[in-house]
Structure formats: structure tokens, C-alpha cells
């Protein structure tokens, strides 16, 4: 892949296309909302909870965010090559106000569902085992809080985190691409899109 400078990502539903606020390694994208983006090596968006050590170089492409209540989603398949490399959707505040929903290798080798949530330090959960290179996420808004789901189909959700998540920046939503221990992945993001309603069923995703 090569990367273009400027390139956009147009996700149906989002006012502003995707932007990359820092560039990845590589990129292409097919169509509206299907991007394949290549991860360097140690790449990754996180504050180390024992030293408070900022580390923010993962290629990532924001847009605003909707103002009132919304939904974004993708099919997000990893090609695995070291532990946590990731595919992530994102919330965005800055360094140290960010959420991450990711599809993460975990150190035991097995595909993960991974949410991170930074509020000054990064709170690490690992959720339940994917078989597979592919699952679906996503990140909706419910009023001032946040809920992350994931799932098999694009249909049916699961609940991996539920949240606060606040800052005097204005939010911003994305897709991440990362390789903290590797030298890098390769993360295919389909079927983005954003949907401007409120989520009904906080624990069934429904």
C-alpha cells in the first residue's frame, strides 16, 4: 500500500469525511467506507497507568463527532502478526481523553475484543475471544456516556464497555490501526457508516 496525503474516507452518515489526524504507513481506500490501512511498527495510543508514559503515534483518521446521539460501526478485519496488533474504532478528546474498541491479538495468541478507555491513564479490559480475523464493532453515544459493543453479524451486540467520557475539547470519531510490540499489521475497515439515533438497548446492543 502507499500512503496518499490526501487522502479522505467518506463513512455514510458522517458530515466530514474520516481525516488522518497522524498518517499511517500505508493506505488504500476501495469505496465509501471500506479502507485498508497499514500500521509501523510499535505504533499505539496509550497512557501507561504506572508511569503516566504518553505514547500516541498509531495512525488514526477522525472526524467530528455527531452532536447528538449516534452509532458508528464497521467490519474490522486484522492481519495478525504479533500480540496486540489491533484494529480499533475511536473516540477522541486528546492524548489523555480517548476510548479505543479494539480487536486486539492477545498475548496467549488468540483474537480479543479489547476496550481502553483513557482518562488521564489508560483503563485496559480485555473482553471475550473472536474465532477468527474479523468481527464487527461499535461506538455509540447515549447522551453524556459512552457504550462499546461487538459482534459476529453486524446484528448481534454485545456489551464490552459502558462509560463517561468527557473533556472541554469537542469529541472525535475514527478508525486506528496499531502495533505496539510488532512491526506492523495490516487493518481492513468495511461497512463503516454512522447512524444519528439513540441506542435502545444498552446491554443487548439493540
Known amino acids: 500500500m502507499e500512503y496518499v496525503a490526501a487522502v479522505e474516507i467518506i ?36 497512557v501507561d497507568p504506572q508511569t503516566s ?23 474490522v478485519k486484522v492481519g495478525f502478526r504479533s500480540t496486540f496488533d489491533a484494529g480499533v474504532l475511536l473516540v477522541w478528546f486528546d492524548e489523555r481523553h480517548s476510548a479505543k474498541l479494539c480487536f486486539e491479538l492477545s498475548p496467549q495468541g488468540v483474537p480479543t ?36 459493543h461487538a459482534g459476529v453479524d453486524g446484528n448481534t451486540w ?26 506492523g499489521c495490516t487493518v481492513r475497515f468495511d461497512q463503516l457508516s454512522v447512524v444519528e439515533h439513540r441506542l435502545a438497548g444498552l446491554r443487548d446492543g439493540s
Not at 497522524?22 to 496509550?46: C, K, N, S, Y
Open 113 to 148: 475484543v479489547v476496550s481502553v478507555i483513557t482518562k488521564d491513564v489508560s483503563d485496559d479490559a480485555n473482553g471475550w475471544p473472536i474465532s477468527g480475523d474479523e468481527v464487527w464493532l461499535r461506538i455509540s453515544r447515549i447522551g453524556a456516556t459512552w457504550a462499546l
Open 158 to 183: 454485545a456489551l464490552a464497555r459502558y462509560f463517561g467520557l468527557d473533556s472541554d475539547l469537542p469529541a472525535q470519531v475514527g478508525i486506528l490501526a496499531q502495533s505496539p510490540a510488532g512491526e
Open 53 to 75: 508514559d504518553v505514547t500516541a503515534n498509531a495512525p488514526r483518521a477522525l472526524a467530528p463527532a455527531p452532536a447528538g446521539d449516534f452509532q458508528l460501526s464497521a467490519r
Open 11 to 46: 463513512v455514510p452518515g458522517l458530515a466530514e469525511p474520516l481525516r488522518w489526524a497522524l498518517p499511517p504507513a500505508g493506505v488504500t481506500v476501495a469505496d465509501a467506507g471500506t479502507v485498508t490501512v497499514e500500521a509501523g511498527p510499535r505504533t499505539d495510543v496509550f
